[in-house]
């Protein structure tokens, strides 16, 4: 109570309390200030990771596009059977590298020699002399220590910066000796990851990729054949810090940073190697000062990580800075606009509450009376109908018992007299015979007087009474009409069968005038203390507009009667679908008092 007594007290009409419509403006203004800010922020790293994206894709480019030229490299040595270093200075001199492929270092070919053959490819190399082109007049293979197998590096170009290689066994590293052979064993691309020493660039800048160069016209479908006619491998030596810089001028901002790390291949496991960082002096940056986002790079089965990072301010406009607080000052005004025309329009509000609630108690009074009378009226309406029916039950009865018999004495005196003048008295025996039809006449006529104020055959329980009306009206309208009862007996007390049987008379005789059906199902049952009975037929259905239609209480009356038996009733209909009437009434399983069950006839 002290609570609400404050927060009427609050917000007061009388009393304006400007200070808290102040600090819920600052509210609202700070979560527009935060939602604007969050939305740029978001913005901006979209705006970076697409960048970071495209450089990454310029970073594969350039990679293919330097396999492509290893790739072409290899086919000049399939195409003959003998490369020299001549024609091998022409083909680099044709791609013009510097123009092309600012990034490759050098193209060379390397031949494989077992440590038996040896002495004879130093000898066969010496007797060769490429002086003309700068090619050392004698070849020796460095390091000197003896080995198996060598790969041994014959030719590069350009040839100038790199003379000093000529003759060195590129096998000496191990992971490059692992890598080469993979390589021939597979016929594919490696690549071992070992950076390339050299004077002509920084330390550890340069890596290198090779391709198998196989003898021609010699299979190679198995790794033995292979091995049988590998003769050396063809690389290029490409610098990774003119590679990957060549992609970052791609972006917009020139404060990304770049940092590329190695990951080793499928075949082994190793630490991260960082082969690049555009920016290496850059200070370290907290987390939420800076968008980063590392990308995949496939670097011919070695696994690449390039991982992109930029201050937060280098990607906001100036209109990104101040457009937080802008956002800040409109939801502070607003809100306190909002506020102040909330608290004028609050003691108005205050009393039209109090008349919506004097309206609305009066307004319930007399729904509980409109109630109260309803009851009423259905109490009455159960009343009348059960008198109506009672009336119905006992005309028929005395009709039957008085008219009924009084029919059949009279046909019995009519039919002796016609049978006593039919030779001696022709005309009184016709006139006899006429009044003998009439008889019969008005006895069907009283059958069907009876039948319609209660049929006698509901005497005889539900099931006989709705098979005997089904019959009924199967010969008065021609109609298919099936019955589905599931060898079921039915088991409830007069009042309510006289209401089922009420409810099927009064839905077949709507189905015969309005629903212009071909086929009517009538199914029946009683399970779990439930009995339901579903009428349905193929018609044209039934229009929302007829459900309500002044003077016509047909269906009403059915929801009614199953309503007074404490069941529920469904009409369900669809356009040209046809119109299902399922209600479901509860009764009990045990037979009622005074009601006779005669066994099914099959």
């Keep these: 109570m002290a609570a609400l007594q404050a927060s009427k007290q609050l917000f007061s009409s009388s009393r304006p309390v400007w200070w808290a419509g102040v600090l819920l403006s600052l509210g609202i203004g700070g979560l527009f200030y935060l939602a604007a800010h969050r939305t740029i922020e978001y913005d901006a790293g979209e705006r970076f990771l697409h960048q970071a994206q495209n450089a990454q894709y310029n970073i594969?480019?350039?990679i293919n596009a330097y396999t492509d030229v290893l790739r072409g490299a290899a086919s000049f040595f399939h195409a003959?059977?003998?490369?020299?270093?001549?024609?091998?200075?022409?083909?680099?001199?044709?791609?013009d590298i510097p123009t092309h492929f600012p990034a490759l270092d050098n193209i060379n070919y390397t031949h494989y020699v077992t440590d038996a053959e040896r002495p004879a490819f130093v000898l066969g190399m010496r007797s060769s002399s490429d002086s003309a082109l700068g090619y050392p007049a004698q070849l020796e293979i460095t390091p000197a220590e003896r080995r198996d197998e060598y790969w041994v590096l014959t030719m590069i170009e350009p040839l100038a910066p790199f003379r000093e290689k000529i003759g060195r066994d590129i096998a000496v590293r191990t992971p490059v000796a692992r890598a080469l052979v993979r390589g021939r064993d597979s016929g594919e691309l490696s690549a071992s990851g070992t950076r390339i020493d050299s004077i002509h660039q920084p330390q550890g800048a340069g890596l290198a990729l090779r391709l198998p160069v196989y003898r021609n016209n010699l299979p190679l479908g198995t790794v033995e054949q292979r091995r049988a006619a590998y003769i050396g491998s063809v690389g290029i030596g490409f610098s990774v810090p003119r590679l990957v810089q060549a992609a970052l001028e791609q972006m917009q901002v020139r404060d990304a940073r770049l940092e590329l790390y190695d990951s080793g291949d499928n075949h082994s496991a190793q630490a991260p190697v960082r082969l690049f960082d555009s920016m290496p002096h850059c200070p370290a940056l907290r987390p939420s000062e800076q968008f980063s986002v590392t990308l995949p790079i496939d670097f011919h089965h070695r696994h690449w990580n390039a991982h992109f990072s930029a201050p937060k301010a280098s990607w906001y406009s100036r209109?990104?800075?101040?457009?937080?607080?802008a956002a800040l000052a409109c939801g502070f005004t607003g809100s306190l606009l909002f506020y102040l025309l909330f608290h004028t329009l609050s003691s108005s509000r205050m009393r039209a509450v109090k008349m919506a609630k004097e309206m609305t108690r009066e307004l319930?009074?007399?729904?509980?009376?409109?109630?109260?009378?309803h009851h009423k009226l259905r109490r009455l309406a159960a009343h009348s109908d059960q008198i109506k029916e009672q009336e119905r039950k006992r005309i028929a009865r005395e009709i039957h018992d008085d008219l009924g018999q009084n029919l059949l004495v009279l046909r019995i005196d009519v039919d002796q007299l016609s049978n006593r003048t039919r030779h001696r008295h022709p005309r009184l025996h016709a006139r006899a015979m006429h009044m003998l039809g009439q008889i019969d006449s008005t006895i069907k006529s009283v059958r069907h007087i009876i039948n319609d104020l209660r049929p006698t055959v509901l005497d005889l329980g539900l099931n006989a009474a709705v098979e005997w009306q089904i019959a009924q009206f199967r010969a008065r309208s021609g109609l298919v009409c099936e019955l589905i009862d599931n060898d079921t007996d039915i088991r409830i007390?007069?009042?309510?069968?006289?209401?089922?049987?009420?409810?099927?008379q009064e839905s077949l005789s709507n189905i015969l005038q309005h629903a212009h059906a071909s086929l009517v199902r009538v199914e029946l049952r009683q399970t779990h203390g439930m009995l339901s009975m579903t009428i349905s037929d193929n018609g044209v259905g039934l229009r929302d507009a007829n459900r309500n239609k002044v003077g016509s209480f047909g269906l009403v009356g059915i929801e009614e009667r199953i309503h007074l038996l404490g069941g529920s009733c469904a009409i369900t209909s669809t356009p040209h679908g046809g119109t299902m009437v399922a209600i479901a009434v509860p009764v009990s399983d045990s037979q009622p008092p005074g009601l006779l069950i005669f066994?099914?006839?099959h």
């Design 60 to 62: 594969n480019s350039r």
């Design 80 to 95: 003959s059977d003998n490369v020299d270093r001549i024609s091998f200075h022409r083909y680099v001199a044709g791609l």
């Design 319 to 325: 209109f990104d800075t101040w457009l937080p607080w």
């Design 364 to 373: 319930r009074t007399s729904q509980a009376r409109l109630q109260q009378s």
């Design 493 to 504: 007390d007069d009042h309510g069968a006289t209401a089922i049987f009420r409810v099927l």
């Design 599 to 601: 066994p099914r006839k």
